[in-house]
């Protein structure tokens, strides 16, 4: 019983809400884009460019104002922004549900970005008020794979019955779920002195930092990676042979393989540093990235690779978003690092557009390829700051 004790959050008003605000707000319409994309093509009868062009609007406008709000994070009235942007994104897509107008539907759009934008940044800098910022992102990571578990067959099931319109009904039921969870955020930034990345007098680093910087690029590349391939996924699975309906179960199962995950995260920890476990994060998703994209010749790398999407990638991005988390103890590098990945997500799928009509997916995968590479280097350099950060600590232990 004391061991499983040690893998419950400490604070669970904190990691639920912190999952709330940034995952059941903040980027929840990442889960319900292939739906989103779907209706809107089909109800508003608009191109597979035009509707993607409508979602990346959307997520533009999540990273702008998480961006925008990221420095104020040490200050902020965190729970009041955070209940504030869901009560936008609440209203924004109860509205959605009722406009067929495209230019009317993008504004409205745009509005709910922004909304979605103050949740993220507020749950992402909670983060960095646990006592151990890693075991926290894994459990927030953990409690999103089971959201995602749940609502790929309700927004499934919401599509087909009741269009566009049911859908953004959905989320909107979804993200009044979450808000009951948000009142349960601290307002201000905790401290804790005897937590893993507490420094006196330190620990607070200028956005604009080069660790800071690099932090914010390592986000956005591998969110970029990933939204990558996720855009054709669909897409490789018809061409090698399976329906429509058989992808759902299969995209269902492997987001509920993909607890696994975030269990590692949080079960793992910090037991072999920071460093080994980023970096495999880091090189097993893009493998996978490359498994489904390249999977058009085979059926069972496509099949393999497709069940270990989530579990990669959440594995890597609990480790980032503690890694984020852990630079700065009052939030604002993880609440930008967070802003970065909704920009990684808007950009992906336009870049992949241009590189499979230059090249097929043959091309799409050497740009994954680089695109991992450049995640890679990028994240060295604040895993170098959280060394850094530790090793004038360990004299003063051995002395005491």
Known sequence: MNNLRQYLPDNWGLVLSAFAAAYGVGILNLLALPFLISAVMSDLKLDAAQAGFLMSAEFIFTMLASLIVAPAMGRAPRRTLAIAGAIVVIAANIISASITDVYVLAAIRCIAGVGAGLCLACGNASVSSAKDPDQAAGQMNFLFVGLMAIVMIAYADAMGSGGLAGLYYAIAITNILMLVLIFFMP????????????????????????????????????????????????????TVG????????????????????????????????????VIIGILTTGAVSLGYVLGESSKQMYTIAVMMISTTYFYALAYLTALAAQLDSEGRIAAASGAFLTLGIAVGPAFTGVLAEAGGFTLVGWGIVGVVLLTLLAALVPLAAVRQQKAPATPAASVA
């Open 187 to 238: 307002q201000k930034a905790i401290i804790h002195a005897n937590a893993p990345h507490f420094q006196h007098g330190g620990n607070h680093k200028n956005l604009f930092s080069t660790t800071a910087i690099c932090m914010m690029a390592a986000m956005f590349l591998f969110s970029m990676r990933d939204t990558m391939g996720w855009a054709f996924v669909e897409q490789v699975g018809v």
């Open 242 to 277: 399976y329906s429509g309906e058989e992808l759902g179960r299969l995209f269902s199962l492997q987001s509920v393989i993909g607890l696994i995950g975030p269990l590692a995260a949080a079960v793992i920890g910090k037991r072999f540093g920071m460093s080994t476990p």
